[in-house]
């Protein structure tokens, strides 16, 4: 992945600096000794200052000196020998009594108290005494206020410089500890970027986002594959062939993935095929998040994608076989009904046969419903069975009643008891035959979910305008995300107990189809209820049943 930052700029060391500045400070004042020098040769008084021309050549072989010793590689404290035969030069300049002469002394004064407190002192004396010792050597001298302005002067000048040294000093260190720092977090942020960059780029779903201008600015390895195996995916244009999670629907363009996520739009798990080729699509389930920055202001959004074609084609195939199954299974149970209801039908039968006859009729009946549900439950839409009931006026009471009546032996096999103490009247516009499947299957499931000894209470009422039935145990309950799925087809919370993960799915499927709703709540370890809202009497016309 790019870097983020440029490294930041390396400052020399002092020791670097050193040649420099020794050359660059010699080499000024030298300048400034030349120009004096040479406008000094058409006056005719250097003549008579032989002192003038020996302070120049000591001038002259220090910036020689500045220019040709490797200053860096021997103790700093050596170059201070530069200054000082500058300060020895002025004086002897300074003999001459050439006007201003004495303020080159500020040159050497500064560069001195640069280097530290001690040469600072040693600057201020060397000047200030070398000044005094050439004032001895002036004809007709004279004690005035200048033998003191000068070195107060000088002083200042010393002192200015070796305060802005300290704080130049000062600045650098901490310039150079905020660069070590600096650099040390853009080292971090660098192999935090590089290991992210290797963790996205090994999982197997992709990750893209999109900047808050609507650029892309990271796209992943698996991505990337994606883009090889779908060419059309990532574009917003009109040629895009995009289905939605039936594999059928084609997306209008303002519903597709990537034009939501550019309106800055949230979605989790959304299904939606691409065209591969002219026989062939591929499914990707996908999930964008906004972000934000650490100011709160919208920073793009991620996409992450996650190839779930062979899921899919499972799902698909195994809905297939159910229906299969169950379309297989109709035929020979209607041809046992109608031998049943032969046997009923025939008035020679004995009594107790009879009844055994009627119970294995009225069973099969139910096996046939359940088939049926099975079936109407594989071929119908992702969210919904597709129940068709018949309702009628009818008791909730009787129909909980003969179901515990109907699965007494079973629950009496683990000596489990059902209290119907609390079912009471309770009048309902349903459909017997599949509100007698959903009790069904919610006491038997109460019965294998349930401890050996344990209690199931089914109780009733209803307002007048809805009803409700409960069927509550003693058994083994359920965890949170367990019933956050239960309702969800062929999900089963205990694999140790035989099923399909269908019986939950169908009826709240048969509820729906009534209007009506099913809800469950448990804690792990103490049981669950089931609560079941129904219709108590037909909607006028023009009404609503009631929520």
């Known amino acids: 992945m790019r870097r983020l930052f440029d490294a930041p700029h390396r400052q020399l060391p002092l020791t670097e600096l050193r040649d420099r500045v020794a050359a660059n ?3 000024l ?4 000794v030349a120009v004096i020098f040479l406008s000094g040769i058409p006056s005719g008084w250097l003549a008579d200052a ?16 500045s220019l040709a010793v490797p200053w860096s590689r021997i103790h700093p404290s050596w170059v201070a020998a530069i200054p000082l035969f500058d300060i020895v030069a002025i004086g002897l300049m300074r003999t001459s009594d050439v006007p201003g002469i004495g303020l080159l002394w500020a040159f050497p004064t500064m560069w001195l108290s640069s280097m530290g407190r001690i040469w600072f002192v040693v600057a201020c004396v060397g000047s200030i005494g070398a ?3 050439a004032l001895l050597f002036v004809p007709d001298f004279e004690l005035t206020w200048a033998v003191v302005v000068l070195p107060a002067v000088v002083i200042a000048i010393g002192a200015s410089t070796f305060n802005a040294t300290r704080r130049f000093l000062a600045q650098r260190s901490l310039l150079d500890a905020q660069t070590e720092r600096l650099t040390a977090a853009l080292r971090h942020a660098s192999r935090q970027e590089q290991l992210l960059t290797e963790v996205l780029d090994t999982v197997d779903f992709g990750v893209l986002r999109v900047g808050s201008s609507g650029e892309i600015t990271f796209v992943n390895d698996a991505l990337g594959r994606f883009q090889q195996r779908i060419p059309e995916f990532g574009r917003v244009d009109g040629a895009e062939q995009i289905f939605a999670a039936d594999g059928q629907t084609p997306l209008r363009p303002e519903e597709r993935p990537l034009a939501r996520i550019m309106r800055g739009e949230s979605f989790s798990d959304v299904v939606v095929w691409y065209a591969v080729s002219d026989s062939r699509r591929a499914a990707l389930s996908l999930t964008a998040r906004r972000m934000k920055d650490a100011d709160g202001r919208p920073a793009g959004v991620v996409l992450v994608a996650r190839d779930v074609t062979e899921e899919r084609t499972a799902l698909k195939a195994r809905d297939s076989l159910v229906a299969s199954v169950s379309h297989e299974l109709r035929t020979p149970l209607t041809s046992i009904i109608g031998y049943l209801e032969l046997v009923l039908d025939n008035e020679d039968v004995a009594e107790a046969v ?24 594989s071929t119908a839409s992702r ?11 009818h008791d909730l009471a009787e129909l909980l009643r003969s179901s515990a009546s109907d699965l007494g032996p079973v629950a009496r096999e683990r000596a489990i008891r059902i209290d119907t103490s609390d079912v009471i009247e309770t ?5 017997p035959a599949r509100i007698r499947q959903v009790v ?3 006491i038997s499931n109460a019965i294998k979910f349930n401890r050996d000894g344990g209690s199931i209470v089914l109780g009733s009422s209803t307002d007048g305008t809805n009803s409700w039935f409960l069927v509550r145990d003693s058994g083994i309950g359920l965890s949170t995300e367990d019933q956050d799925r239960l309702f969800e087809r062929f999900f089963r919370a205990e694999t140790g107990v035989a099923g399909t993960g269908l019986g939950l799915a169908i009826s709240r499927e048969i509820v729906r189809a009534h209007g009506g709703d099913i809800t469950v709540s448990s804690t792990l370890g103490l049981g669950t209820t089931f609560m079941v809202k129904l219709p108590a009497y037909a909607a006028a016309p023009g009404e609503e049943t009631a929520p």
Not at 355 to 377: F, H, M, P, T
Not at 427 to 431: E, F, G, L, R
């Open 25 to 27: 400070n010699q080499l």
């Open 50 to 65: 032989p002192q003038f021309a020996a302070g120049v050549v000591i001038v002259v072989v220090a910036a020689v000196a």
């Open 383 to 393: 969210m919904s069975a597709e129940v068709t009931v018949s309702p009628v006026d």
């Open 427 to 431: 009048p309902a516009y349903i459909d």
């Open 29 to 32: 004042l030298t300048a400034i």
């Open 131 to 133: 000044y005094w010792i």
């Open 354 to 377: 009879h009844r055994q006859v009627d119970v294995a009729y009225r069973n099969s009946e139910r096996l046939l419903g359940i088939v049926s549900g099975i079936l109407a439950a």
């Open 440 to 442: 069904d299957n919610l």
